[in-house]
């Protein structure tokens, strides 16, 4: 099986450092992009497990995994969209600009009813999903129903369109200012509002960063589309 492994593809070959240097640091904002919102939701996860009970923490994870699951969904329409916004803004900015203007409002309209679907039946949802025993996270499932609208909104302007306008620098830039909004709400909001402190901290994070980016295109006409 090896040798006909070896005669179909050729020998395996390592990477030489030089083109793996050359990888990671065109790539290397990319990579600090993705991980940003990570380190913030590790780092926030764990200090919530201090403040509040084993109870409410198992409550917190019920609540989070459902709204994962919706959040998720963005993805493959993202990875779908992103090559084609970023081909055809190499080619023409006219069509680029009426693309993601076309993306913006599909992804819109696609988080405000995953909003409405959460925020109405999230009782059903809980029950359905986790059971009658979880019925006291209904508010904060409610409150993370509200990060998913703008989740769309600040994915669509920074991963569809700054990243596809090789704007990855001011992309990263928004990313650590959010994280660190965030990370401050969290931080005085966790004594008073316990587990509704992260999807409190999640929604400031998604405003800060389309605040900064809708700042960034009214002060730069060349990549304003609307």
Do not use: C
């Amino acid at each position: 099986m090896y040798k006909k492994m070896i005669n179909d593809i050729g020998l395996f070959r390592l990477v030489n450092f030089k083109n793996l240097g050359a990888s990671l640091k065109q790539n290397f904002h990319s990579f600090l992009i993705s991980i940003f919102p990570v380190i913030y939701q590790n780092i926030t996860s764990i200090m919530l497990s201090f403040f509040v009970s084993p109870l409410q923490l198992g409550v917190f994870y019920g609540m989070s995994k459902i709204y994962r699951a919706f959040n998720t969904l963005f993805g493959p329409i993202s990875q779908a969209v992103f090559p084609i916004i970023s081909k055809v803004s190499n080619k023409n900015q006219i069509e680029s600009k009426l693309l993601i203007k076309k993306y913006l409002t599909l992804i819109i309209t696609i988080g405000i009813l995953f909003m409405i679907i959460i925020y109405i039946f999230s009782e059903q949802i809980i029950t359905l999903i986790l059971g009658e025993n979880f019925s006291s996270g209904t508010l904060l499932l409610k409150l993370f129903s509200f990060v998913l609208p703008l989740t769309a909104i600040s994915n669509a302007l920074g991963r569809q369109w700054l990243m596809a306008k090789n704007k990855d620098s001011f992309y990263l830039l928004t990313q650590f200012l959010s994280s660190i909004a965030a990370f401050l709400t969290f931080y005085y909001a966790i004594k008073k509002f316990d587990i509704l402190s992260i999807p409190i901290s999640l929604i400031v994070f998604e405003l800060v960063t389309i605040f900064l980016i809708a700042l960034f295109l009214l002060r730069n006409e060349k990549y304003r589309f609307i």
